[in-house]
């Protein structure tokens, strides 16, 4: 099966290229490094020439209100480049939640994503992660002051890159889902809690308070990011990707 993977050398799509590979499929990974640029369109046409799916993996750079444009417009190209090339299965990847937190723009552009997408001609699946692991830090970057770290005890269910990848790689190769397909870590946290483990890991001196209105996860309301009974839970737990990344840092 040949598989174009725009966004193809970022974190989560250079696993998926080298999953698919492993598998003995022939992924190409697409980005604007590659000249593929999903806003102005160039290279798409070529990108996604005999392939047999895309998975759309891009991102847009902003988490702002100019996230939706980004969102409409890469998508809008990349089904009418898929449209015209015969193209039978559309992967997106977006996030566990993401209609239940209308406060953000992001969050909000994502959803848009996935309406773009499910109303357009060619097959798809929606896969929907929760929140990376490998994105803990920058969360803990968002909300500290010195020495503290700021924090709501949101429930949050991480997820490695790796096992997201994992998932993404299968639902590609399979039968167009025509709906969502829910991925999740193996445990809950409170968000303060997650930081304080991820902190004592790395013998981080910083100190965690809980605040409830700190950061952008301050505005998600009960347990919206967490994997409900549909998901299918990854296997990698948080405290073995932290022992993990501490050998590898």
């Not at 193209?87 to 977006?94: A, G, I, K, Y």
């Not at 939640?97 to 996935?114: H, P």
């Not at 357009?120 to 770290?149: C, H, K, N």
């Not at 409830?212 to 967490?226: H, K």
């Amino acid at each position: 099966m040949r598989i174009a993977v725009i966004g193809g050398t970022g974190l989560i799509g250079s696993k998926v290229v080298e999953e698919l590979d492993a598998d003995g499929h022939e992924a190409v990974p697409h980005s604007k490094s590659t000249g593929v640029d999903v806003i102005t369109g160039e290279g798409l046409e070529a990108a996604v020439a005999g392939v047999d799916v895309i998975v759309n993996l891009t991102n847009s750079p902003t988490f702002d209100e100019a996230s939706p444009a980004f969102f409409r417009q890469s998508m809008d190209n990349l089904v009418n480049a898929g449209r015209e090339a015969g193209v039978r299965h559309f992967v997106v990847l977006s996030i566990v939640g993401v209609d239940q937190v209308t406060e953000l723009d992001y969050y909000r552009a994502k959803v848009l994503q996935e309406e773009i997408l499910a109303a357009g001609p060619i097959p798809y699946s929606i896969v929907r992660a929760t929140q990376f692991m490998e994105f803990v830090d920058s969360v803990l970057s968002w909300t500290t002051d010195g020495d503290t770290v700021r924090l709501p005890a949101t429930p949050i269910q991480p997820i490695s890159a790796q096992d997201v990848a994992d998932a993404v790689a299968e639902v590609a190769v399979g039968p167009p889902l025509q709906g969502i397909h829910n991925i999740a870590g193996p445990e809950v946290f409170p968000l303060d809690e997650l930081g304080r483990i991820t902190l004592a890991a790395g013998s981080d001196r910083r100190t965690v308070v809980t605040d409830d209105s700190a950061g952008m996860f301050a505005v998600v309301r009960g347990d919206a990011l967490t994997g409900k009974d549909d998901a299918s839970l990854a296997p990698t737990r948080y405290a073995d990707w932290l022992a993990a990344h501490q050998d590898t840092a």
